[in-house]
């Protein structure tokens, strides 16, 4: 597995040593026969593309991949690599746009003039993107039969230092940031993954999550090719209408490794029937990754709990700690070991201490997240950059190979600063005692006995549905339906109630709405929200102007409007709640025997937006 250059090396040697082993095994979403891609063909594929990718002077440019799931985008990732072009993936469009804005927003961003994606799709995007003031941009049907020469001769001699991928974060749509992956960075995490995850050729990887996610490209796509083995991969929408897809997948097609946000977990839970339980067979699936949100201990104990008889061993559960920026796991649990939970002394973790609560006393149960391992982790103290000592909790700083080296089209950071206004990452950061290098991750947790226990976050970012959203881009996006929303403030957080739920603040002028359409325009946020950022939006308030809190410079304080909406001190104008949050804040008014789901308040004057 070693003396790799460049992640092209392994593709072509995997193709040479088994042509004819299934690289992707693709179930499509309408449950007809699989579609499969043998790395002979693959490698086929990929030459003829990057012929024409040469032609087009696509060497050291970027070049995105919008394609939906399935073999055509390992086709363009592999023709991208064989041509020393630079890949970005980015999802592709939905049938009403969706998403739309989160591509044009990475082309504008990286610069990209080309894009590639199927036959299928090509002339529906170039004309949505010509309507966007992107018409020089080609779209290119990669899938479509060319009259040109086949490729021939040797992919172009790369280094290991030279661009592989640029992979923008999965939440941000109005700032879109790039991660830069060299393919030594990319062959440093397949190698920490191996050692990490204890994998071989033998085991089979795969699970629903799309291919511009960092686990489901990097854990699962890229990691089975490295071992030279099969992923089996769902379309995301699989999994959105009927999570048992998941489950039914990894035991009809022997999956052993594969994994997904916390909250799969969870929702496969709540969603799988007994009936549906009682046909599952999870009893080849060793290791079931957990990562890329903060990991509840409930949530891993009810899935081990439910899916027990299905012969799902509890020490399968793999929680871990990564980013897109370093690796999609920078430590995880031993595998076959079962995971530890500890309870803290809530007191004391406020504070900033690990701390074994004592009988009786208020606690907080966190998941050791694993040793770290593939990279140096440091804890520190944001403000002055001193390593802290076991116990204390401070910010996660990392170094290694596997580090990415900054963001596309950003100046460098300067070392040792963390800008919270935007939440840009440090990708050089510098102790205290002056040794540097160091990627700040925004987030804060401690090591306690070599373990790594994740306690929160430094950057305001948001966690929902296997997501990472930066609150800005979501509280922007509602004021382009009114103008009673357009001169208006909102605060998005999160609330833990039955699970993480959304809740979107936003304030209204008064004097320019009509009472009676506030539930319509509540309800377009919701659709607004879930069609641009995939998440759902069900719990709304609409409040009246001064009500988010902010400070003396007028930023939002969504801390301080969070707090006010869980001690009810948030007088909505219209509201919309899930039951879970509504019982957590607007319990039943027992004078009147009825709650207040959703209570429209007659506004002074009755005009339309």
Known sequence: MTGFTTFTEVLRERAAAHPGREALVFL?????????????????????????????????????????????????????FYAGAVAVPVPLPGPRGERLHRLTGVLRDSGARL????????????????????????????????????????PPARSGGDLALVQ???????????????????????????????????????????????LGLIAHLLHALWLGTRCVQLPPESFRKSPVRWLEAIGEHGITIGGAP???????????TEEQAAGLDLSGWRLALDGGEPVRPAGLAAFARRF????????????????????????????????????????????????????????????????????????????????????????IWVRGEGVARGHWNRSPDTPGTFDTRDGADTFDATLDSGEGGYLRTGDLGALEAGQLYVTGRLKDLLFLEGRTIHPADLEAAPRELSPALGTGVGAAFTVEADRPRLVLVHEIRADRTDPGRLPAL????RLLIAE????????????APGTVSRTAGGKVRRDRTR????TGETESLYETLTPDVRALVRPEHTALGHDLLQRPVLAEADLAW
């Open 28 to 80: 499509p979403a309408s449950g007809g026969a699989p579609e499969r891609l043998d790395y002979g063909t693959l490698d086929a594929a990929a030459r003829d593309l990057a012929h024409r990718l040469r032609a087009l002077g696509a060497p050291g440019r970027p070049v995105l991949l919008a394609h939906p799931p399935g073999p055509d985008f390992l086709k363009a990732l592999a023709g991208c």
């Open 308 to 395: 027990a008889p299905a012969g799902f061993r509890a020490e399968a559960l793999c929680p871990g700690y990564g980013l897109a920026a370093a690796a999609p796991a920078v430590s995880c649990g031993r595998p076959g070991l079962p995971h530890a939970v500890r309870d803290f002394d809530a007191a004391r973790l406020t504070a900033g201490e690990l701390r074994p609560a004592a009988p009786g006393a208020a606690s907080r149960a966190l998941v050791a997240l694993g040793r770290p391992a593939g990279c140096e982790l440091r804890i520190v103290d944001p403000a002055d950059g001193s390593e802290l000592a076991p116990g204390r909790v401070g910010e």
């Open 532 to 543: 641009e950022f995939e998440v759902p939006a069900e719990n709304i308030l609409l409040v």
């Open 522 to 525: 509540a309800a377009r946020i």
């Open 168 to 214: 923008y974060t999965s939440g941000s749509t109005t700032r879109p940031r790039g991660v830069l992956l060299s393919h030594r960075n990319l062959l440093a995490q397949q190698s920490t993954l191996q050692n990490m995850l204890r994998s071989t050729p033998v085991d089979r990887l795969g699970g629903w999550l799309p291919h511009f996610h960092d």
């Open 563 to 566: 707090a006010c909406f869980l």
């Open 115 to 154: 894009v590639l994606t199927d036959e299928e799709h090509a002339p529906k995007l170039s004309l949505r993107l010509a309507m966007a003031g992107l018409g020089d941009t080609v779209c290119l049907a990669a899938d479509r039969p060319e009259a040109t020469a086949p490729g021939d001769g040797e």
């Open 262 to 272: 916390h909250f799969a977990y969870e929702r496969c839970v709540e969603a799988v």
